[in-house]
């Protein structure tokens, strides 16, 4: 497997319950926000993303909550299936790509 | 398929071979990335190339050196490299060099890179 996925901050969920995934960001002038899902022997894939003048932004099956005031932004999966096993991270722009910066990972494991 | 492809996928090679990772992407994007990821740490961005110019050479040891022939490849020359560069290489295309455009950037699945 990933090695990128070991020892990292792991959510085990039962397969058609609801998801959350956190991650708090450092920037205060960070104005977009993406996440984005690793699978196993993959690179990172865009889920979806948020700027900083909205609050929440849904996808299909995907919600993206962004709290500003205490820098935290969340993940929600909605029925969660066994194909959303991954390694889910954030990434904060800030403006140019030298102030991209990601997050470590959490690796969600769905339980059939 | 994402639309960057890299090869080889895995590589396993002694501190005193050369290799080279290649990374092709035919999303018509401008800018093009090379990043190292390691377990229990974040992305590290390595090199940017902007329209095949290199802009960024984020602090990284001379053992890789990477090139830019024309906006659709990019290779990253490997020599020299020691354990401790073992990790995951992932290529990443965007519109522009600017961050993130919208839907952010494109990666390709990764080289598995093992130096023994």
């Known amino acids: 497997g990933e090695s990128v996925g070991l020892h990292l901050p792991t959510l085990s969920v039962q397969e058609g319950d609801n998801s959350i995934i956190n991650c708090a960001y450092s920037n205060s002038a960070s104005d977009y926000f993406i996440w984005y899902k690793q699978e196993s022997g993959k690179g990172p894939q865009f889920i979806i993303d948020i700027r900083s003048n909205m609050d929440k932004r849904q996808g299909q099956r995907v919600t993206v909550l962004l709290n500003k005031t205490v820098k935290h932004l969340s993940l929600q999966i909605a029925a969660t299936q066994p194909g959303d096993s991954a390694v889910y991270f954030c990434a904060e722009n800030s403006g140019g790509y030298q102030k991209v910066t990601f997050g470590i990972g959490t690796k969600l494991q769905v339980i059939p | 398929e994402t639309g960057v492809t890299q090869t080889p996928r895995h590589l396993v090679m002694g501190m005193t071979n050369k290799k080279s990772l290649k990374c092709e992407q035919h999303l018509g994007h401008n800018a093009m990335y090379w990043y190292k990821q390691s377990a229990k740490k974040p992305l590290e961005l390595m090199f940017v190339y902007s329209l095949e110019e290199r802009v960024e050479n984020n602090s990284v040891p001379s053992r890789f050196s990477p090139e830019c022939p024309n906006s659709s490849h990019l290779f990253l020359h490997l020599h020299t490299l020691q354990p401790e560069d073992s990790a995951l290489y992932l290529c990443?295309?965007?519109?522009?060099?600017?961050?993130?455009?919208?839907?952010?950037?494109?990666f390709g699945s990764g080289t598995r890179l093992t130096v023994v």
């Open positions: 990443a295309s965007s519109q522009d060099y600017n961050g993130h455009g919208r839907y952010g950037y494109t």
